[in-house]
């Protein structure tokens, strides 16, 4: 079942960019990897050129990241800072 309208408002490579977080990497090993592959031809994924972008990303960084690594800028920044940053922003993934 999919949900159309639904937002991805997680964690993204772009983030790891925008917040520094590259020292925060987990390196990909080949179950990441081989998902990565799997995941990126589902229908909701092949034809969204953002996710396409996200997952080239953690291809090219070689990583993924959690987003407790974000706990490292304060333990209230998630809530208080980064979650309604992106909703006001509007800095999701459909």
Do not use: C
């Not at 291809?59 to 809530?79: D, H, P, R, T, Y």
Request: glycine share 4%.
């Amino acid at each position: 079942m999919t949900i159309p309208s639904v937002k991805y408002v997680g964690i993204t490579m772009d983030d790891v960019i925008k917040y520094d977080l590259k020292k925060h990497l987990i390196k990909l090993d080949e179950k990441d990897l081989a998902r990565i592959k799997q995941v990126s031809q589902y229908d909701w994924f092949k034809n969204n050129k953002e996710w396409q972008k996200q997952f080239k990303m953690m291809k090219e960084f070689n990583g993924k990241v959690e987003i407790q690594a974000l706990s490292a800028k304060g333990i209230s920044f998630i809530s208080e800072n980064y979650l309604p940053n992106k909703i006001k922003n509007k800095e999701f993934l459909d």
